[in-house]
């Protein structure tokens, strides 16, 4: 099993910053992907981030220049440095970890832009 806790939400203006961890822990395997998503009230689970074991970045539209997504791999920790925030960030973020053919979920940091 495979346990991801973030960390780092919280009550931000916009414009302002926010860093999100994940702390991975339990059977860690070489993993395919990790990645960043949320979900905002009333809308379905979305994409942000991804990163792949060979270092590839995406990013959704929307993010790309403000979101970066970055690993310690030492320490088992995602991250995900979120800049320039705007209210339609405002979501519950969740970290996800794709290894051994099965994605892990965590359960979710919120994140909230007051404009």
């Known amino acids: 099993q495979v346990q991801l806790v973030e960390s780092g939400g919280g009550l931000v203006q916009a414009g302002g910053s926010l860093r999100l961890s994940c702390a991975t822990s339990g059977t860690i395997l070489a993993f395919n992907a990790m990645g960043w998503y949320r979900q905002a009230p009333g809308k379905q689970r979305e994409f942000v981030a991804t990163l792949t074991s060979t270092g590839t970045t995406n990013y959704k539209d929307s993010v790309k220049g403000r979101f970066t997504i970055s690993r310690d791999s030492a320490k088992n920790l995602l991250y995900l440095q979120m800049s320039s925030l705007k209210p339609e960030d405002t979501a519950v973020y969740y970290c996800?970890?794709?290894?051994?053919?099965?994605?892990?979920w965590g359960q979710g940091t919120q994140v909230t832009v007051s404009s």
């Open positions: 996800s970890r794709f290894q051994g053919g099965a994605t892990y």
